[in-house]
């Protein structure tokens, strides 16, 4: 069984799939707390679903693409079996995961959305740098950027650990703390090979809505 605290459909928000119809499941629980988490409603609670009640609660929807998130998706040892029944079942997988837990034990197939937390999260020390030896070319690195302390440093980890001569590297600014408009200046101004994203469920549905 696992823990889950909201299925629903909608867009895909972020990454390079942005604007897609996907279908959400956020598993309930966090092994961290960075300072500007949307999503602290995942923390605790949540319904007890097996992979079945799962895979029957999406396929009315009838859209192929799922993401699984969180809260922390990996802290549940059942992610895993969800992770191949949604495979087998022809859906294309998306994992989004915080980057602080093993990832070699994820199917080849699923395609990794991982952060690297910056200092304004206050969870920098939690990283770890050896998931990005499991990265493949279909997976994702995502920097959420607080402000300019945080994007020097996540410039600095591009550099050091070559991230985006690997896969592609997601900028994303902390929603309503940081603009849009100075991270992508910044961006342009040092000719960094990222993708500049924002959570584009925000703008549409407003930062308060849940479900979205
Ligand atoms: C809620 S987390 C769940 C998955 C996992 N715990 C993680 O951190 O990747 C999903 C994504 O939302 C991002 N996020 C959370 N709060 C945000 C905010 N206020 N502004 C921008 N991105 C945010 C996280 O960094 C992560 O990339
Ligand atoms: N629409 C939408 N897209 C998303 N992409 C990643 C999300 C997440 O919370 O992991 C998310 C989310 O919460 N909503
Ligand atoms: S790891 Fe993800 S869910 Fe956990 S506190 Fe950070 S942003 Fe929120
Ligand atoms: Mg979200």
């Not at 989004?96 to 959305?113: F, H, M, Q």
């Not at 549905?205 to 479900?211: H, L, R």
Request: net charge negative.
């Amino acid at each position: 069984m696992l823990k889950v605290t909201e299925i629903f459909k909608s867009i895909q928000g972020e990454s390079t799939r942005t604007g897609l119809p996907c279908l959400f499941v956020r598993l309930t629980g966090c092994n961290l707390r960075c300072t500007w988490c949307d999503t602290e409603y995942a923390f605790y609670g949540g319904t007890a679903m097996s992979v079945e009640d799962i895979l029957n609660a999406l396929a009315p929807h009838k859209v192929s693409l799922v993401e699984i998130t969180g809260g922390e998706p990996l802290l549940q040892d059942a992610v895993y079996p969800l992770m191949q029944a949604l495979l087998d079942g022809g859906y294309t997988v998306m994992l989004e995961t915080g980057g602080s837990l093993p990832l070699d034990k994820v199917p080849a197939a699923v395609i990794k959305i991982v952060d690297v937390k910056c200092p304004g999260s206050g969870e920098v020390l939690q990283n770890r740098y050896d998931n990005l030896e499991c990265l493949q070319p279909h997976d994702e690195v995502k920097f959420v950027i607080a402000d300019r302390t945080d994007y020097e440093w996540s410039r600095n980890a591009l550099q050091q650990y070559g991230i985006d001569k690997k896969v592609q590297v997601l900028f994303s600014p902390v929603y309503d703390k940081l603009p849009l408009k100075d991270l992508t200046e910044w961006v342009l101004e040092d000719g960094l090979l990222v993708r500049v994203q924002t959570q584009l469920h925000k703008w549409i549905w407003g930062e308060d809505a849940i479900g979205v």
